[in-house]
């Protein structure tokens, strides 16, 4: 796409992407990213104020991405796993381009708490709309474990996904699938004591991964 024909909006985040790609995320000044862009610091900085702005917009963007290739309506029979499963797997193709960008916001992410703690509410939002994609609820607090739990599976399969070199990403595919089928059992057991009258000791869950 030629740069004309892009929006300013564009034009910045995809600076931004293939800077910190490039340099690291602390690397990079949002100075840089107005240079890069084409853009005067002001027009930049109305645009996006800071780098977690530029960050947000990045993933709000492979959120739209993702979306945009949902059905309009559901195969009934399809289980939520298999839901997930696609919806999932269209996040990392929507990825793909971006894993540089992707590795050096994930590790600028580890060595500054504020960032973690400012990119957090973005992520369950992302969760909480693959899982509304999927047909899968994530209102109220069953919904908040769901994003918590789809969330630690991103977090484990993106470890597959950033040396995944296979040209259909078979490697990702096979921990996504690994992951979902676990959380799916574990699921079904809790779905069974809360169930269960008898039941005194609800089952330990699994330890979740780390990021």
């Known amino acids: 796409m030629n740069a004309d024909a892009r929006t300013s909006d564009d034009r910045a985040l995809d600076a931004f992407l293939g800077l910190i790609a490039e340099r690291g995320y602390t ?3 949002l100075r840089d990213v107005a240079e890069a862009a084409g853009l005067g610091f002001s027009d930049l900085y109305r645009l996006y104020s800071d780098k977690t702005a ?3 917009a990045f993933m709000a963007r492979i959120d739209g991405e993702v979306l945009a290739g949902t059905p309009a309506s559901i195969d009934l029979e399809e289980t939520p796993r298999d839901r ?3 919806v ?5 193709d929507a990825l793909r381009p971006y894993r540089a960008a992707l590795r050096a916001l994930r590790r600028a992410g580890t060595r500054d708490p504020m960032l973690a703690i400012a990119m957090g509410p973005g992520l369950r939002r992302s969760m909480a709309a693959m899982l509304e994609a999927a047909s899968v609820a994530s209102d109220g607090l069953p919904g908040a474990l769901r994003q918590n739990g789809l969330l630690a599976i991103h977090y484990a399969v993106s470890r597959v996904f950033d040396r995944d070199d296979t040209q259909d990403l078979s490697k990702t595919m096979a921990a996504l699938d690994d992951r979902l089928k676990t959380a799916e059992r574990w699921s079904q057991l809790f779905d069974r004591y809360a169930k269960s009258p008898t039941a005194d000791v609800p089952p330990s869950p699994p330890v979740s991964p780390e990021a």
């Open 27 to 29: 690397g990079v000044a």
């Open 54 to 56: 530029l960050a947000a």
């Open 88 to 92: 999932m797997m269209r996040r990392y």
């Open 84 to 86: 997930l499963f696609d």
